[in-house]
């Protein structure tokens, strides 16, 4: 009987796309021979997994979960919106989500952090999701926040579980004021992000290449004008304010009242609870959000 070496399970999970262990249990049962292991998998029902990892998928849930001053969100995809109503893919969609915070939102000590009742980690355990659903299923990203004093506060919007939906925020603020208080200011900050999707946090934190980029375009719409160069450069300073407006959190109407800059907010609730509030974070997590479609469908 050939040895089974890590290697050779390993090279068993690449080519089926089986759990480790059912790879090295596949290989104990049939002498270490690959082939015939490969059907044993097959004939389980576990190497289904390889063919519908190749499909596209868009659909899935974006899990949330916060904790005093921390806070981590998770992206895990399906093919179907049907799947992100299974309550198995839900109740491994919420554990991964917890495992995240724990890691601090770290997306590659996610994949590698034992799952919870087993012996594979997590990585693996969505892999064997894939055999267990019957659709391809795919840990997509994660992220964390961290503050010494503050909250992170956090908003779902289409929520199919708790603190499961397709659009996950997180808000970092930074104050040591009534935490009460900043987590209801944090949530509804997490609210304005779900829909205005703001780019940066502040003008200073947007991609200068983005902001160049945008200079450029504002130059040459203006120069149609046919004004002298120096109002020119004023037109675009204007349109460029502009920008800022619509893609800078702090620099956004706040959607909640629909009159005062999403800064203002702060500051004025800074005053209510009479310490400085700072947004120190936010990400934000839409279902789906940059998917492309497989080349070929499995």
Not at 151 to 171: E, K, M, P, Q
Not at 204 to 228: C, H, I, M, N, W
Request: proline share 2%; with cysteine; charged share 25%.
């Amino acid at each position: 009987m050939a040895e089974i070496t890590a290697a050779l399970v390993k090279a068993l999970r690449e080519r089926t796309g089986a759990g480790m262990m059912d790879c090295k249990s596949a290989l104990g049962e049939c002498g270490g021979d690959m082939e015939v292991a490969v059907d044993w998998l097959r004939k389980n029902g576990l190497a289904a997994a390889a063919k519908k990892a190749g499909r596209a998928a868009k659909e899935g849930l974006v899990g949330v979960v916060t904790k005093g001053g921390r806070g981590a969100l998770v992206e895990v995809n399906s093919e179907t919106d049907f799947v992100a109503r299974n309550d198995v893919f839900q109740k491994a969609v919420a554990t991964i989500t917890d495992l995240a915070l724990e890691v601090g939102g770290d997306f590659e000590a996610l994949k590698s952090a034992p799952y919870p009742g087993g012996s594979e980690t997590v990585a693996e355990t969505v892999t064997s999701l894939i055999a267990t659903i019957g659709e391809n299923i795919g840990l997509r990203r994660a992220a964390g926040f961290q503050v010494d004093a503050g909250v992170v506060a956090s908003y779902v919007h289409g929520a199919i579980g708790t603190n499961l939906g397709r659009i996950g925020v997180l808000v970092a603020l930074e104050s040591s004021g009534d935490a009460a208080k900043l987590d209801a200011l944090g949530h509804q900050i997490a609210m304005h992000v779900a829909a205005a999707n703001p780019q940066a946090l502040s003008v200073e934190d947007l991609d200068p290449t983005l902001v160049e980029r945008e200079r450029k375009v504002l130059a040459e719409q203006a120069r149609v004008s046919g004004k002298p160069d120096e109002i020119i450069a004023k037109m675009v300073e204007g349109r460029l304010k502009k920008f800022y407006e619509e893609a800078v959190l702090l620099e956004q109407v706040f959607v909640i009242d629909g009159e005062n800059r999403v800064g203002m907010v702060v500051e004025q609730a800074a005053d209510e609870i009479g310490v400085p509030i700072k947004i120190s974070g936010f990400v934000r997590f839409a279902l789906g959000e940059g998917v492309e479609e497989a080349a070929e469908e499995g």
